[in-house]
Nanobody, 126 residues
């Protein structure tokens, strides 16, 4: 079992920055991949970014590339998402997720991830 708890969401003005954290507890394996998804009201859950836990290979949605940076602290079992140059369209509930089997082909598919956090609200004002 893996438990994921997000934190760091809040209200920020356009152009500002925010850092999200996701603390993992329970059975966390080095083979896991972890990622961030977001969901705006009335929209489907959207892939944001992912990272392989052991090697640190990163993947980004085109919409956030160059603005967001994903990272992890293996010693702390914590995943991060540094969000810079935020835009109103970034407003959403952000979820962290984990998978025991990482696949490049399915990196952005929500069903790939068996473990999910409760979500943290990010609101960007114009």
């Amino acid at each position: 079992q893996v438990q994921l708890v997000e934190s760091g969401g809040g209200l920020v003005q356009a152009g500002g920055s925010l850092r999200l954290s996701c603390a993992a507890s329970g059975r966390t394996f080095s083979s896991n991949g972890m990622g961030w998804f977001r969901q705006a009201p009335g929209k489907e859950r959207e892939f944001v970014s992912a990272i392989t836990w052991s090697g640190g290979s990163t993947y980004y949605a085109d919409s956030v590339k160059g603005r967001f940076t994903i990272s992890r602290d293996k010693a702390k079992n914590t995943l991060y998402l540094q969000m810079n140059s935020l835009k109103p369209e970034d407003t959403a509930v952000y979820y962290c997720a984990a998978t025991a089997r990482f696949s490049v082909v399915r990196v952005g598919v929500p069903s790939t991830y068996g473990y999910w956090g409760q979500g943290t609200q990010v609101t960007v004002s114009s």
